[in-house]
């Protein structure tokens, strides 16, 4: 009777621990984390991204890379590179579908390729030397879909994109600071740019939707 009453308390402590973590780990704590992630709402559902003409040209959430054709004027701010699927090209188009996984690591000899490749492309593209190219902009981020970049990287494109909208860098690097935001809740992350919402201050535009629209 007695081994039978120890049993039966300790099969009874068992359910209580278990009880006490399944309420804790199962719904307190993912209840919690909901919350905590509606605290800012202000970027929540999609954060749709509009033109001078209401149409909505993407994401503020998601960086596409705007591109243009071989050999033409390059008037916009360039994201954090999306990397390539394939494992055979040093950039991906300017499309979240090319931001999947990798298995590339720290220790890759084609990463290494990579990065001395995306840092002596963008080093041209900039007129900069390329030690003034900031590690960022030669790498991806976890999301791969990353919308800013650091200060550092939108600093060596403000001459070229002056240059090729008509605008004095003075006026330029002052929309990089208005769309430049800080760290979040003031320790969280780092300073960044806003790629997408940059570009549609310069002008970017929905091409297949007509003036007007939404």
Known sequence: MRLFRSFLRQ???GFAVLAVFTALLGVAY???????????MSSAEGSPLRDSNGCVVGSSLI????QVPPGEPDPYFHTRT??????????APGDPSAALPTNQGPNSELLAKFVEQRRAAIAQRESVDPAQVPA??????GSGIDPDISEEYAAIQ???VARVNGLSEHDVEA????HTHGRQYGVL??????VPELNVALGLTAPSCASGEG
């Open 11 to 13: 099969t009874l402590a």
């Open 189 to 194: 992350g780092a300073v960044a740019v806003a």
């Open 136 to 141: 960022d902009a030669v790498t991806g981020s």
């Open 158 to 160: 403000v001459a070229r």
């Open 82 to 91: 999306t990397g390539s699927v394939a494992d055979d090209d040093a950039f």
């Open 175 to 178: 929309l990089v600071r208005e």
């Open 30 to 40: 993912p209840a919690t984390v909901w919350v905590v992630s509606r605290l800012d």
């Open 63 to 66: 960086g596409v890379d705007p």
